[in-house]
């Protein structure tokens, strides 16, 4: 992913691992408490506390992702068993139902006391909004700034301050099979798909058997999908290019591609849109489908027969999504909200929670051992692979350029825009 140009100004990150580095410990701690004092002068007072308890608004609400918030929620309890757990969590997969209760909520002025968020161009919004408090102390505390890899830290800070927690590391780009189906539509069940064509005509061959190829659900899950299409067709440079300006989201190759994702779409289930990712999921867990394409947060949902793989044409990108918790201005429960925060920065914690939401910890000084066959792989591919933001999981682009992307894709789905609308959507979306 691209890395800002910063100038390191006073109390960011980096500018503490320098003086740190200097040796210049005593003198430093002697500056951050001079330009701790002057933060707390300048940020907005903060609300009194009322109760030791912190509110946690999230959308891993069910199933495997409510299952793997339990671990968090276990460690918060067993660290910290005088503050009280509030969840305020609401369904919805992408956070897609959540994150306009959020908006209502910071509109009312009644924010939660942390809040789920992606790293990336999501959180940089919610900063640039005001909602957000700086979490360097907090770093400092943890050391996080040591152990979270650049790309990391990277997208929880902005201008160098960090401001959200990182939990784990998603990898966005695969595609699971129903080994059974495809054999049923006389597929090798053991082919792997290396290129957007011979997958493509894997699902015409699907189709021509009266079965259906590609499960899929709501809106967000067809951005996800033109997402790794966009990413096979243009590999990761010109992907990324969408987002920071430097490609052209109007040229033949995007076209094409956005051409390709509304052929795949005549693949899919016409009842997409009352469908959510767990369904949709469901469908080829059931043998109702061939394919699915979603994120390893669906290693949990998925029984053999079906086999993961990386989408086809984009092995050797890692398409990330990070998950990261940060901490409302003016909410009720800051020390709350610091103790819930300082949880899910712990090591073990963050190993708990991957080995059972089927993600990489964010830091990156878990033992091997300690992760499951599938972190640890996820692991390799990440530390080896050409790393990138998720569209659809508001890493690449801001909030407002999703939704106008979404709409966009939703009308083509419904067939009242055409590939041009959606291409037009793209070419709004730089913001780097
Ligand atoms: C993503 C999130 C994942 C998972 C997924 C489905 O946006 O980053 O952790 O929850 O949505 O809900």
Redesign the pocket.
């Known amino acids: 992913m691209k890395r800002h140009r910063r100038q390191d100004p006073p109390g960011t990150l980096r500018w503490r691992a320098r003086i740190r580095r200097a040796g210049m410990g005593r003198t430093a701690s002697a500056l951050l408490a001079v330009v701790a004092t002057a933060a707390a002068c300048s940020a907005p007072a903060p609300a009194t506390t009322t109760g030791r308890q912190v509110e946690v608004f999230t ?2 609400a069910s199933g495997a ?1 409510k299952l ?1 918030m339990d671990v968090l929620v276990q460690r918060f309890r067993a660290e910290h068993p005088d503050v009280g757990y509030v969840d305020a969590a609401v369904a ?4 897609t139902v959540a994150k306009g209760v959020l908006a209502a909520r910071f509109a009312d002025g009644d924010p939660p006391d942390t809040f ?1 968020v ?1 790293g990336g161009a999501e959180l940089t919004a919610q900063v640039s909004a005001g909602h957000v408090r700086p979490l360097s102390s907090l770093f400092d505390q943890v050391g996080l700034e040591d152990v979270l890899p650049p790309v990391v830290l990277d997208s929880v800070s902005v201008h160098g301050v960090p401001y959200a927690v990182p939990v ?1 590391v ?1 990898r ?1 780009n695969l595609l699971w099979a129903n080994t059974d189906v495809l054999a049923q539509a006389g597929l090798d069940p053991t082919a792997r798909y290396d290129s957007l064509d011979s997958w493509m005509a894997a699902l015409d061959q699907v189709r021509a058997a009266g079965l259906t190829p590609l499960a899929i659900g709501s809106t ?1 899950t067809q951005v996800h999908l033109l997402e790794v299409v966009l990413l096979s067709r243009l590999g990761p440079t010109t992907y990324a290019g969408l987002w920071d300006g430097t490609a052209d989201a109007t040229s033949p190759e995007v076209k094409a591609a956005v051409e390709d994702f509304a052929r795949i779409m005549q693949d899919t289930n016409a009842d997409r849109d009352s469908l ?2 767990q369904d949709a999921t469901g469908r080829v867990n059931e043998g109702r489908a061939a394919f699915v394409v ?2 390893d ?2 290693q949990e949902v998925f029984d053999p027969p079906v086999v993961w793989a990386p989408f086809p044409g984009t092995a050797d990108v890692d398409d990330i ?3 990261a918790f940060a901490a409302p201005v003016g909410a009720v429960h800051p020390t709350g909200a610091d103790a819930w925060l300082s949880t899910v920065a712990g090591l073990d914690t963050q190993v708990a929670f991957a080995n059972a ?1 089927g ?1 990489i910890p964010a830091r990156n000084d878990a033992l091997q051992t300690s992760l499951g066959d599938y972190p640890r792989s996820a692991l390799r591919t990440f530390r080896t692979a050409t790393v990138v933001p ?1 569209l ?3 890493m690449a682009a801001p909030p407002q350029a999703v939704d106008d992307i979404t709409r966009a894709v939703s009308s083509l789905a419904r067939g009242t825009a055409s590939t041009a609308q959606v291409v037009a959507a793209l070419a709004g979306a730089s913001w780097r």
Do not use: I, L
């Not at 919805?92 to 956070?95: E, L, T």
């Open positions: 959308w891993w992702e793997a919805g997969g992408a956070g789920q992606h784990d998603h966005t967000w959510d990712w979603m994120g947060w669906a999504t990070v998950d939401k993600a998720s659809a999981h508001g």
